[in-house]
């Protein structure tokens, strides 16, 4: 079995080999687990910046704070407001126009600042098809089972917020664990 926590022992092909489940609660009610396939041919800095996070625990606890159906939730915030980075600092931006890795339904990018080389630990996960971000973010994995807890935390309502994005109950990420496949 591999160790997720050893992020410099992995080879590429324990991160291909990697799936990141996300138990998500939406009002403190269980909504199912997100599955989602890590992409490091597109991205590797990205993916294993993201594998320490989930196998340190990071995301454990942690909010969705943006949310905007139809286009994405946004989490990951040590703060929960979008204005927090993690304790491993910034990463180069990984940006892609290859379709493979288009930002579709499903698709985990990075979120960042206006600085391309911003991302940290917020993540964002698109709820439909966002091609105006290929080539400016960092896609670096897909949905590969839980539609129906995506379509929970983005059918939420929302007010507030800069865009009147934050959801009005609290959408959790229960825990986040890094296995590899069966």
């Known amino acids: ?56 625990g990071f995301y454990d606890g942690k909010g969705f704070h943006r949310v905007i159906p139809g286009f994405m939730i946004q989490g990951g915030c040590p703060q929960g407001t979008g204005t927090g980075s993690g304790p491993h600092g910034m990463i180069p931006g990984e940006f892609s126009e290859d379709s493979d890795y288009a930002h579709e339904r499903g698709v985990i990018s990075m979120a960042r600042s206006a600085d391309p080389n911003s991302a940290s630990c917020q993540f964002f996960i698109c709820h439909g098809a966002a091609d105006f971000l290929n080539g400016q973010y960092a896609a670096f994995g897909k949905l590969v089972e839980g539609d129906a807890a995506l379509d929970a935390v983005a059918s939420v309502a929302t007010g507030g917020g800069g865009e009147g994005s934050s959801p009005a109950e609290k959408c959790v990420i229960k825990s986040m664990k890094v296995r590899g496949r069966v």
């Open 1 to 56: 079995m591999t160790d997720y926590t050893q992020i410099d022992n992995l080879s590429d092909e324990d991160l291909k080999n990697a799936l990141i489940d996300l138990e998500v609660e939406v009002g403190g009610n269980d909504v199912g687990t997100i599955t989602l396939e890590l992409w490091p041919d597109a991205a590797p800095a990205t993916v294993k910046n993201f594998v320490r996070y989930a196998a340190e």
